[in-house]
Structure formats: structure tokens, C-alpha cells
């Protein structure tokens, strides 16, 4: 069994369903495939969608709603000084991994919802992490995320070192349920953390020199046309330019149109341009 994790808002579910369609559709057997879906609520057609994967290719889904119970804001208030207002922090499930996924889960692929998935991910779980915690591709401009605006330097990070990425992450379960997140960030100088780029920044922190690199083709980050040529493994969308968009030029966007199926692709489309508009309409 490969157990998969993905975390997610209702403004997401239409690349949340073609990131794991995407995984279905390349995996050497789908029914080995076991998602852990967590979510911040879901509305009831968005949520029938997301579970049409278990009937259609006989996946494993288990579906947690958030919002139904307190299992991650507790969490998080153990952490010293960290801040949540730039960032939805149903991210910060990365962090709890080992604690939420069922006992005894030896490996787990995280993987963000705006990816697409074109190699069998069963390659990706048989590598050997070489006693590694994460397996996980570097941040290609993690000179900007590491010292943001006029690349000011931070004691907490050297740009002589690796960073790496957190969308896409193998993760050894039984190594990171051993990392102490909370006091691995105790020796931060004051207003350190504040400046942090979410939990990115404390993986990064906290696993340095525990991350093996993977080929970037695992993890090809802001993906243009030209980027076919190195026939990824897995695409991530992270910039703003998302294939959803009728104005951005994205590589295997076409393709990407007809993984989410036309009937979800133009609806979700339709939703996000009302969304634009409506924040537009605030701002103004």
C-alpha cells in the first residue's frame, strides 16, 4: 500500500481531483493506492467529486474534515511565537504526519493539489532514502526564500546551503516521528520564526542535513512549455500562472484541461474567475 497525503481548502478541490486522478491514472496498480485527504470542509457536489476517485479506480480514500474536530489547531499552539495569518494552516499538517496517519504507515508521499502527476509514483516510493528523513526536490529561487526582500541574510539559514521544497516530499514515517518540531526551534533568536516561510521554513530548519535530493524532474517547479522537454515526473504549478487560467502558459496545459475532464475544468474555471473578481471588487 502507498499512502498518499494531500491538504486542501473548497477552493481547491478541482486540482486536488486532478492531482490524485493524475496518480491513479499513471500508478502501476491504483488499488495500492491509499489517500489521506485533509480538508477544511468540503461542499457536498465538490466532496461526491473528490470520492469518484475510490469507485473509479479502486483507491483507498480516508477524507478528515478539520473543521469537525480540533486535531490541528491544538497542534499548532504548542509552537513557540509561530504566526498564521499568511497562510491557510491546514498546511501545517506536514508537520504532524507521523501522528496522523494510521500506525504502523512505514512510508508517505505529502503532495501539494496543484501537481500533476506523469510518471508511476511507485518509482518515486522505491528509491533508496539512504537514512534520510524527507526525500524531496530544492526550491529553485530558495535565495528568495530564504532572506526575502533584498536577499537580507538570516542566522537561521545560509544560502551556501540546501533548500529544499516542501510540495512534494517522501517522508521515512518512522524517522520523522522521532524529529521534536517544538524544541528543534527553541534556540531561535527572537522574532526568528516570525519571519519564517511557513512550514517550509521549519522543515528546512529543523531536518537540515536529514533531506536527500531528489532529480528536480520529481518536483518541477512553475512549469513552461519548454519544461516538456525533460519529460517531468511530477509538475507543480506554484506560481501564480495555474493552468486553470485561459492566460497562462504552463506546460501540458491541454493535457492538464482533460485530466481535471472538461465538466470539472470549465466549472472550477468559471468558480476561480468570480473569485478574482469578487477580491478585485474589495480592493477597489
Not at 485527504?37 to 466532496?47: A, E
Not at 524517522?175 to 533568536?189: E, M, T
Not at 511557513?198 to 520529481?218: C, M, T
Request: with cysteine; net charge neutral; charged share 25%.
Amino acid at each position: 500500500m502507498h499512502d498518499i497525503v494531500l491538504t486542501f481548502d473548497d477552493n481547491f478541490w478541482g486540482p486536488a481531483y486532478a492531482t490524485m486522478r493524475s496518480l491513479c491514472l499513471t500508478s502501476t496498480d491504483p488499488t495500492a493506492l491509499r489517500f489521506h485527504v485533509f480538508h477544511t470542509g468540503l461542499k457536498p457536489d465538490n466532496l461526491a467529486i473528490i470520492q469518484s476517485i475510490a469507485d473509479d479506480y479502486g483507491a483507498a480514500l480516508h477524507l478528515a474534515d478539520l473543521k469537525q474536530s480540533d486535531i490541528l489547531g491544538a497542534r499548532i499552539a504548542a509552537f513557540p511565537r509561530i504566526r498564521m495569518k499568511r497562510l491557510n494552516p491546514i498546511v501545517y499538517v506536514r508537520l504532524f504526519l507521523s501522528e496522523l496517519l494510521p500506525a504502523g504507515t512505514k512510508r508517505a508521499l505529502y503532495i501539494d493539489a496543484d501537481t500533476f502527476v506523469r510518471s508511476p509514483i511507485e518509482k518515486l516510493f522505491a528509491i533508496d532514502m539512504e537514512g534520510k528523513v524527507i526525500a524531496a526536490v530544492l526550491q529553485p529561487d530558495r535565495m528568495h526564500c530564504i532572506a526575502g526582500r533584498d536577499l537580507a541574510a538570516r542566522s537561521s539559514f545560509s544560502m551556501a546551503e540546501p533548500y529544499y521544497n516542501a510540495g512534494v516530499m517522501l517522508i521515512d514515517l518512522e524517522r520523522y516521528a522521532q524529529v521534536d518540531f517544538i524544541a528543534g526551534l527553541k534556540d531561535l533568536p527572537p522574532g526568528e520564526l516570525e519571519q519564517f516561510y511557513y512550514d517550509q521554513d521549519i522543515l528546512n530548519y529543523v531536518l537540515k542535513g536529514q533531506f536527500l535530493e531528489l532529480d528536480p524532474r520529481w518536483n518541477m517547479q512553475n512549469p513552461e512549455p519548454a519544461h516538456e522537454l525533460f519529460d517531468p515526473h511530477i509538475l507543480h504549478y506554484s506560481s501564480d500562472s495555474r493552468p486553470w487560467w485561459p492566460w497562462a502558459r504552463v506546460a501540458f496545459k491541454q493535457t492538464y484541461r482533460h485530466l481535471m475532464t472538461n465538466a470539472h475544468y470549465y466549472r472550477y474555471q468559471r468558480e476561480q474567475y468570480w473569485r478574482l473578481v469578487r477580491r478585485l471588487l474589495r480592493l477597489g
